[in-house]
């Protein structure tokens, strides 16, 4: 079955050989709609995205017997998801949007760990947001008498100020709440880390892009940057709006950056900082500059590949041992050695450290900020970035690293070659795009003429033009490459010298020798000194929880006290109707 | 002196206000009574009340009843038969409804032994 | 065929029935299916013919009494019919999964229940409407009785005592429009109503809109109406939710364009539909039996058609008309499929929902409820947005904005009930599915699709039933017998 499924996904490239106009089908509905399905730069290039991503999934989900439904419901996401990226209207937009929250929803529900609660959270913050961006589309409806994107964008420069800033309110917000900025973000944890453990891959690295697809399709497309400059004032380089936009993208990415390296399942640890990731993609994504556009469409890219691999990662691990916490892992490194070296790849990309493609994206997003002049901006993304490294560590020590916490871990196997080979083309991927970032630039050139902005320079495959000079990603890997090489040699020469003899239970501490059930593993109690910083225990403490709980209570206080009025007197029930009349009566005849 | 009630608005009067008495004990009757069977009577006044209104108007002095027999040759000097014919559908109506209620009432009265309707309340959540 | 056999058959099957009880339960099933099978394929048949038709009774109208079939009409006959025929179905597995029922108690009342609401939706004569309005009510009294029980008794008297006030207000309308004018014509009465001295006319208006409001479950008047979902059977319910609730609604809408009161009562109407609306979705979330909850589910969606029908521009009536005919499937759909499990479980609890394990009746219930939810590709969808692109049409976003965020509370119970089934950790049983059940809701979940993917289906009735109601001099035409 999972090769069948394999095969269909594989289908939609038929359609989609070209990057541009390959495709352009309309498809009469009733009178008034019509569905129509055309391929733009930018749709092609979430559509690969999402056809990449959904084809590594579905190997790694080999290793797995999975029902025939499960894949069904997965295939059916990824038609929505094609649908989404590839409409020319927003009916159609909306119809992949919302059979896209739906067939999540019900591949969620078949997950072990599944409740009630994390459930509805998931499925009423989905639907607020597709009945907030229903409610756009019909507001923009009743302005250009259509539904198609360019007929909305024609007619939204007449439309009078207020109803701009409403579009651009309950459009920003529909897709706020699927890409989890913070305030947003109150279902994104808990599903994370609850969904199917290769599904949650899908939804962050896939489904959460969906929203970042959405915000460049309105601010680029639909509104322009142009159009956002004039309504909202030029503020140094950029925008007033992307400024304003860029403080909301940086808070996300720095609370969301601490709360992760608090977490101790692995999991919630990803969650938070797909959170924090997708913060800078916001931040940078109205800033209404080419090199913005560049730095959130770079990082998209960057941010599927390695949150596709680590999660790929993680759900092997989890499988392996069944353990999914950081205090039940570590020591893996001997055991599970392949799958250790990706995780480094993985979280070196994360870090943003060179020479991987995490570098490059990270280094077009500041040079964003540089260019816009933007400075506290820039200083807020260099903070929450170095604060990644803590959870970063945190993943590779707490997994791999360190004494293991349990007998059971010792014995782990390395794990199936179904999850290992997407996590290798994912890692190569990753060391593709730092070293042909030039070529990155030539893909995205279209899409930037689509946002009629202006195009980037780029020498060659290996070098992408900025602000602050060329950036060559070529020459900065092979020197990596050299360097690490050299260094691998040296230890290695060391290595060889050197005795290992030692055991872990060779050390005492004032006095006590430890057992096989002291647990040496510190990793996972790793980031809780941060609750000692002051600041960061105020955003530590903070949480949107509260607002969200006391809004489900009092909507059952409501509820409570309108079914008291149902309480079946039929006697009172006939004099409240013949008041009814009364009162009526009175008023009408006056 | 009884000349005076044998014109039509007198009669009309007559009837208005009698039949407004008799809604509004059937009113009455609706608004405190909770017995199942005090209700459904006091329904009975006021729809009793309604027919009298309505036929009432329609009489006038002088007219025969629409009934084709050996008083009625031309079709002129009668009463409108359409409200006649209303009312007795409609009385055939209240009276298939009253039945249908009273049953019900026997019914539940057998099976619980109250006829309260302000003490029927197991249909709650 | 005159469209009088539209209320003569189903009246001489309901009187047959006795006999056909005698020939044995094949043939009075079978005869109900036979009837309701005739009188959809004939409802078919008038899809192909101009609009409208007109069978007049003895004398021509305006004097006589005469049936008319416009657009408006057609939309709720194809509704009614199809929906007897499903509940016709479905009553096979019923009687046969619950054995020494009384069948022809049921099959009389459901024949003429038919016979009733196809009758006030022909009409064209309001004493007339009036006497199908009761034998509907009445019909529906016994139906909501059927079982006997002490819920079931409290159910029809409760109903019964509504039924009541209704027909009194009602009748005194009547009474006073012919004191005024002196016919009962519709066609007559929309002519000359507005030459009716304003006071008059406003309490005419009163008390038809008290009336049919109360029957068509509004807000200040339905709190009876749950109670009656509560004790009545799920196929029943399936029925007034489908049939009988969309018959009043039809005379409500019928009546307020035809009198041309759209202009003055619209923002009252609107209001009251969003109150119904808020109100019941609110409540239901609270309700821990099952039946219950989808009474105030269908009232909300109530609340919605009143909204949206009220507002006069053909682009939202003929949504809502879409959304009323994808609601009166979905709400049949999740009816019959509770039946189903509530026979089982012998218990009406939410948790039922948890506990049943079959993949057949957990993806139809789903799709019922995404339906409901507006949610595509299901036909529901295809209703709402059309409802609020009518509404933004009109720049009325206060309106888009309540819906929008109501629906936000209905989604809650919806989705609660949906996790409840696919909630792996509770112990499931699983329930027998007759074959007919089988295929009555795949048929219903299939249109479902077909409307959602495919709906110019449905939207060429609804733009029809969209200018009869709002442009009637057609109809008008008719009911006043110029140019027969």
Not at chain 1, 169 to 180: N, R
Not at chain 2, 70 to 89: E, G, Y
Not at chain 3, 95 to 116: C, P, Q, S, T, W
Not at chain 3, 319 to 345: E, M, N, Y
Request: glycine share 8%.
């Amino acid at each position: 079955m999972n090769s069948i499924f394999l095969l269909l996904n594989l289908l939609p490239i038929l359609f989609l050989y070209q990057f541009e106009g390959a495709l352009h089908v309309s498809l009469p509905l009733t009178n008034e709609f019509t569905l129509s399905l055309i391929q733009t730069p930018l749709g092609s290039f979430f559509a690969y995205l999402s056809l990449i991503s959904f084809l590594l999934v579905t190997i790694a989900q080999k290793s797995k017997k999975l029902s025939f439904s499960y894949y069904a419901l997965q295939f059916l996401l990824s038609l929505a998801m094609l649908a989404i990226v590839l409409a020319g209207d927003f009916i159609t937009f909306f119809i992949g949007w919302e059979i896209m929250t739906w067939s999540s929803y019900f591949i969620i529900s078949k997950s072990n760990n599944m409740n009630i609660k994390s459930l509805q959270k998931y499925i009423l913050f989905s639907l607020a947001s597709a009945f907030s961006l229903i409610a756009g589309i019909v507001i923009a409806y009743s302005f250009a008498n259509s539904f198609d994107f360019v007929a909305i964008s024609n007619s939204f420069e007449s439309m009078p100020f207020n109803i701009k800033v409403a579009l651009i309110v309950l459009f920003s917000l529909s897709f706020f709440t699927k890409a989890g900025v913070i305030g947003l973000h109150y279902w994104v944890v808990d599903t994370y880390s609850k969904a199917p453990d290769l599904f949650s891959s899908i939804l962050s690295a896939v489904m959460s892009k969906m929203g970042i697809y959405g915000l460049f399709l309105i601010y680029g497309n639909i509104i322009g940057y142009h159009e956002l400059k004039i309504m909202f004032g030029t503020m140094l380089n950029g925008t007033d709006f992307g400024y304003v936009l860029a403080w909301i993208g940086v808070a996300t990415s720095i609370i969301a950056t601490f709360k992760a390296i608090t977490q101790d399942e692995v999991k919630k640890l990803l969650a938070y900082s797909s959170i924090a990731q997708l913060g800078y993609i916001v931040a940078v994504i109205g800033f209404g500059t080419s090199y913005g556009v560049a730095g959130a469409m770079y990082h998209t890219l960057i941010h599927t590949i390695i949150k596709l691999l680590l999660f790929i990662n993680v759900a092997a691990i989890v499988a392996q041992t069944g353990k999914n916490k950081f205090s039940e892992l570590g020591g893996l490194i001997y055991r599970t050695p392949v799958s250790f070296v990706m995780l480094l790849i993985g979280i070196i990309g994360l870090a943003g450290m060179p020479p991987l493609g995490g570098f490059a994206s990270k280094f077009m997003m500041y040079n964003a900020a540089i260019d816009t002049k933007f400075a506290l901006i820039l200083i807020g993304m260099l903070f929450s970035g170095a604060a990644s490294f803590l959870y970063c560590y945190k993943l590779v020590y707490g997994i791999y690293l360190g004494h293991p916490t349990s007998k059971s871990l010792e014995s782990t196997k390395e794990v199936s070659i179904h999850y290992l080979i997407p996590q290798i083309i994912l890692a190569l991927l990753l060391v593709l795009t730092g070293a042909f970032p030039g070529a990155f630039i030539k893909v995205i050139n279209p899409i930037l003429k689509e946002f009629s902005l202006s195009t980037i320079g780029y020498d060659g495959l290996g070098v992408m033009q900025s602000a602050v000079g060329n950036f060559n990603g070529f020459f900065i890997i092979s020197a990596f490459v050299v360097i690490f090489l050299l260094i691998l040699l040296l230890i290695w020469r060391i290595k060889s010298k050197a005795k290992n003899n030692l055991n872990r239970f060779d050390i005492s501490y004032c006095g006590e020798v430890p057992t096989a059930d002291t647990s040496l593993h510190y990793g996972y109690g790793f980031g809780t000194e941060l609750y000692r910083i002051k600041f960061v225990n105020a955003i530590l403490k903070r949480s949107s929880s509260h607002f969200y709980e006391s809004l489900a209570t009092q909507t059952k206080k409501t509820s409570e006290l309108f079914s008291r009025m149902y309480y079946g007197n039929i006697h009172n029930t006939m004099i409240i109707i013949l008041l009814f009349f009364s009162a009526l009566f009175f008023l009408g005849v006056n | 002196m009884l000349e005076f009630f044998n014109s039509t608005q007198t009669i009309h009067t007559i009837i208005i206000i009698g039949s407004m008495c008799l809604f509004f004990i059937g009113f009455y009757g609706i608004a405190t009574q909770k017995n199942l069977v005090k209700v459904l009577v006091s329904f009975d006044i006021m729809e009793s009340a309604l027919f009298l209104f309505f036929i009432g108007l329609h009489y006038q002095v002088g007219l025969v009843a629409p009934i084709v027999d050996s008083n009625l040759k031309t079709f002129t000097n009668m009463v409108d038969p359409v409200p006649q014919a209303m009312i007795l559908t409609t009385i055939v109506i209240g009276l298939a409804v009253l039945a249908l209620g009273l049953s019900f009432g026997i019914e539940y009265y057998k099976l619980t032994g109250r006829n309260d309707i302000s003490k029927m309340n197991e249909l709650r959540d | 065929m005159s469209l009088g056999y539209y209320f003569l058959l189903p009246v001489i099957f309901s009187f047959l029935t006795p006999y056909f009880k005698k020939l044995g339960s094949f043939t009075l099933r079978g005869s109900t299916i036979l009837l309701m099978l005739i009188l959809f394929l004939q409802t078919l048949a008038y899809t192909g013919v101009t609009l409208p038709q007109i069978s007049e009774f003895s004398l021509k109208p305006p004097l006589g009494i005469a049936f008319i079939l416009d657009g408006y009409s057609l939309l709720f006959l194809l509704i009614f019919t199809f929906s007897a025929l499903i509940v016709s179905f479905y009553m096979v597995w019923f009687f046969k999964a619950n054995k020494g029922r009384d069948e022809a108690r049921f099959y009389v009342f459901f024949n003429m229940l038919i016979a009733g609401s196809i009758g006030m939706i022909l009409s064209c004569d309001i004493f007339n409407l009036y006497i199908f309005f009761e034998i509907t009510g009445i019909c529906s009294y016994a139906l909501s009785a059927y079982n006997k029980d002490k819920l079931g008794l409290e159910s029809g008297i409760k109903y019964l005592i509504i039924g009541l006030i209704a027909s009194i207000f009602i009748v005194f309308a009547i009474m006073l429009i012919y004191l005024q004018i002196g016919t009962v014509n519709l066609g007559l009465i929309a002519q000359r109503f507005g030459q009716i001295d304003p006071k008059i006319s406003v309490l005419i208006v009163l008390m038809l809109f008290i009336g049919f409001g109360t029957k068509a479950e509004l807000f200040p008047m339905n709190f009876w109406a749950p109670d009656i979902y509560q004790g009545s059977m799920a196929s029943v319910n399936g029925l007034f939710s489908s049939v009988v609730a969309k018959a009043y609604l039809f005379v409500f809408f019928h009546l307020f364009y035809l009198f041309g009161l759209n202009s003055k009562y619209m923002l009252f109407v609107m209001v009251i539909g969003a109150i119904t609306f808020l109100v019941s979705e609110f409540t239901a979330l609270n309700q821990t039996n099952i039946k219950r909850l989808f009474a105030y589910s269908t009232l909300g969606q109530l609340g919605i058609l009143f909204m949206a029908l009220s507002t006069n521009s053909s682009a939202t009536v003929s949504g809502a008309l879409f959304h009323l005919t994808s609601h009166s499937i979905s709400k049949l759909l999740i009816f019959l499929a509770l039946g189903i499990l509530i026979h089982k479980f012998k218990s009406a609890k939410i948790d039922i929902l948890g506990n049943f394990k079959s993949g057949f009746l957990t993806i139809v219930l789903a799709i019922g409820f995404l339906s409901i939810l507006g949610i595509p590709p299901f036909s529901g969808f295809v209703g709402k947005i059309l409802i609020l692109k009518g509404f933004a049409l009109t720049q009325n976003y206060a309106a888009i904005a309540f819906i929008l965020l109501v629906s936000i509370v209905e989604a809650v119970y919806f989705f609660r009930l949906t996790a409840m089934m696919l909630d792996k950790k509770r112990t499931k049983i699983s329930v027998p599915i007759g074959f007919a059940n089988y295929v009555v809701l795949s048929v219903l979940a299939v249109l479902i699709v077909l409307f959602g993917v495919y709906p110019s289906l449905l939207t060429h009735y609804t733009d029809l039933a969209t200018n009869a109601l709002l442009h009637p001099t057609n109809y008008l035409n008719y009911a006043l017998g110029v140019g027969l």
